[in-house]
């Protein structure tokens, strides 16, 4: 099937790896012919701010930027960025969520609340009808490091069948950017995650 | 990690950019010898990708330069020595480089001279969102945009080309999502150029005293003349005539940059691609005049599509005017287009959507939202400049007074927000001591005037301004906040810290012996280790209290760079924990210091510390009032 146009908004806070993952796909869908556009957030902004980044691909783009309203897939490394970033979403989106909340320490300092795990999913639940939940950080945690959250939520994407990419392109291009030291835990990161993607899918499917 | 291949000169082959990384290897494949510049979000990468490339390609000359100014000093002298050269910097650069800039384009280059303007609409790390495509206009210099990578790449070597032949200099602008966005780009060939490189004995041409310089203007206005008129055949520049209406109306657009990629977009997406005419520009300053014409010899009503400035509109409603059309075709802009911020891709959609009048649902918000209060940037775990401000806010507290705060740009800015509220100017590179010095004359002895500062933007524009303090006795405490690093951009080096780009040593600068040399006496000068909060409140008190021009230098590494060092040294941090039978919830960790790695437990009210983010500093356990912050004994 010929891809027009493939749209995943990645988001999450400064740090967690958005700009890696995108640069990982991007690669892939190179690899496999398409056209490709990102836009990502540096400088100031990732300094434990918000990130997002664009991916688009295809064979009819030009542009970096996604219409709100135009995602394919939201993937949000933290919960309550996905929410910050809904309205990008339509009633088709799958929004593929680490459920992990990092809570900015302005909070506390303001005497402010933040939104709990359940309130979010609620929410996202009445934007989308595909909203998957992951325990991303304890997958990545298991695969032996914290900081391949990024390759399992990669992994989820795959397993869950919501990229038009091959897992080995994928995998390939994971290899790619990963220092050469970490091949192993990042391979099985993102075992791990495909694992968790295709129970979600089986779910779906019943 | 980056992809070694942008080095290879393997033409043909397709590989993905960044929009920076694209820009560096058209500079590679131009031939260019010479690259200066000084960092600057959107635009260090380019500069960083030539660095990596200098390993492959060591007739690559690179430098960072002090600032914007001497970097594309640099870069002309270059272009002088008839070598191809190229300065990069950010928008707000340019204004720094300006004053070089504004007299360079008379004399004109030699070798291929581009100066890179990397714009930011929306300020997504600038103070200000100015459009410097003014600046071609106000020296009478061509600017070129890309809209992708691969036209970045494409163009900026064509740029070169171009430079010498009409001896131009070429002021090549970008916007943030260009310059940090990613596509599939072809790479070319890399030139290798055989000219002799030496400089040119011609005085009429470089010394611009007043004799010569009317001569020069002559020059300069004919050479913008020549290329006005080359300008209707600039490989970038591309008319697209559509004979068709739609509803009777022949609808034209005009865009340049990442807007005419969404405009290619948004016309797909209502299937108009074919149904419209478009001018796409890539030489936006001159304007293509025979283009032009044609252009409105075929529409009815123009739509131009551009952020910021409403610069294209107002050169096409001049065409308008002076071919007498100006009633014929009907050129809209900023009637439709926000003249701020950065246009995301819906917009397109619902402004094209209203100008032909098409059937287009805007997206509603659904009505249980809930609200996610900002995630702003904030200062890293173990950040240097967190604790120098703590310490100050203390001092502060002690005196019972309010200091000025005059500060400046850096990563120290985020101290601006709560808790540390530790900031009460910004303006430009340099700012906090010339602002310093006006302030001081009028403020009140109660209230301490301070200059606070990093130890780049010292070197880039402080010195001056330190100087004028000595030398008109303005009194002021200037801060230098030492992390020997330009962190904000990149962790680039300056010289402070004696290292080049190419992470080759070169001389060290001593900042005590350079501030000394501007005449600060050493009795009023100050260096302590930012992380030692009660010799810091010792010392800043004392500082504060001293007379004259005093200049306090506040060392402490970054901590991302402290912490990379450790793990290259094999040392692991030490770890430090919150004791909760000791911890009385007093929250002053939390609400007066505000290190992200502290966390507080609402239903224990106890503070904890997150080991993930912790980066073991020890700085925090003198916060703490009731001694309840340890670090665990190994």
Known sequence: ??????????????????????????????????????AETHGM??????????????????????????????????????????????????????????????????????????????????????????????LALKAGNQRTMNVVMLGVLVGINQIPIKKDTIFDSIMKFIPKKTMDINKTAFELGIEKGKTIRGKENE | MSNPKFVDDSPGERIILMGNEALARGILEAGVIIAAGYPGTPSSEIMATLAEMANFHPHLKLEWSINEKVGFEVAYGGSMSNVRSVACMKHVGVNVASDAFMTACYAGARGGMVLISADDPNCFSSQNEQDNRYFGLHALVPVFEPSTPQEAKDMIKYAFEFSEQFQTLVLFRTTTRLNHGRGDVVLGEITKINREYSFDWDRSRWVCLPSHSRVLR??????????????????????????????????????????????????????????????????????????????FKNVDEILVLEELEPFLENILKQIAYEEGLSKEVVIHGKDYFPQNGEFPAELYLDILARFIDLDFEKQTVPEDMIIIPPRLPILCPGCSHRATFY????????????????????????????????????????????????????????NPVLA??????????????????????????????????????????????????????????I????????????????????????????????????????????????????????????????????????????????????????MFDDKNKKAFIDQSTCRGCETCIEVCPSSAIYKESE
């Open chain 1, 1 to 38: 099937m010929e891809i027009i146009n493939y749209n995943l908004l990645n988001v999450g806070v400064g740090g967690q790896g958005v700009i890696r993952a995108i640069q990982i796909l991007s690669w892939a869908a190179l690899r496999e012919g398409y056209k490709v556009r990102t």
């Open chain 1, 45 to 138: 902004a990732q300094r434990g701010g918000s990130v997002a980044s664009y991916l688009r691909f295809g064979t009819l783009i030009e542009g970096p930027l996604i219409p709100r309203g135009k995602a394919d897939v939201i993937l949000a490394f933290e919960a309550s960025e996905a929410v910050r970033n809904f309205n990008y979403a339509g009633p088709q989106t799958n929004f593929i969520v680490n459920d992990k909340l990092i809570i900015p320490p302005m909070i506390h300092q303001q005497g402010l609340e933040y939104p709990t795990i359940s309130q979010i999913h609620e929410f996202l639940a009445n934007v989308s009808e595909n909203v998957y939940l992951i325990p991303a950080d304890d």
């Open chain 2, 218 to 295: 002559v020059r300069l206005l004919e050479r913008l003349e020549d290329i006005t008129e080359f300008a209707d055949q600039f490989p970038f520049n591309k008319l697209t005539i559509s004979k068709e209406r739609i509803k009777g109306v022949r609808y034209g657009f005009v865009a340049a940059g990442v807007p005419h990629a969404h405009l290619i977009d948004t016309l797909n997406y209502f299937n108009l691609i074919d149904k419209v005419s478009i001018l796409k520009l890539g030489l936006v300053y001159p304007p293509p005049k025979k283009l032009i014409k044609e252009f």
């Open chain 2, 391 to 446: 310490a100050l806010k203390k001092v502060e507290k002690k005196m019972k007074t309010k200091f000025v705060n005059s500060s400046d740009i850096g990563c120290y800015t985020l101290a601006v927000y709560k808790p540390l509220e530790g900031l009460d100017t910004e303006i430009c590179m340099g700012g906090s001591i010339g602002l310093a010095n006006g302030i001081s004359k009028v403020q009140p002895k109660e």
């Open chain 2, 452 to 509: 606070i500062l990093g130890d780049s933007t010292f070197f880039h524009s402080g010195i001056p301004g330190l100087i004028n303090a000595v030398y008109n006795q303005n009194d002021m405490l200037v801060i230098i906040l030492d992390n020997r690093s330009t962190s904000m951009t990149g962790f680039q080096d300056n010289p402070g810290t004696g290292i080049k780009i190419t992470k080759e040593p070169g001389t060290r600068v």
């Open chain 2, 511 to 598: 900042l005590e012996d350079l501030v000394k040399g501007c005449g600060v006496k050493s009795e009023n000068i100050w260096v302590e280790d930012s992380n030692d909060i009660p010799l810091m409140i010792k010392k800043l008190e004392e500082a504060v209290n001293a007379k004259g021009v005093r200049v306090f230098i506040s060392r402490h590494i970054c901590s991302l760079l402290e912490v990379n060092e450790l793990r290259k040294r094999q040392i692991t941090p030490p770890i430090v924990k919150v004791d909760p039978e000791e911890c009385i919830g007093c929250l002053i960790c939390v609400n007066q210091f505000g290190c992200p790695a502290i």
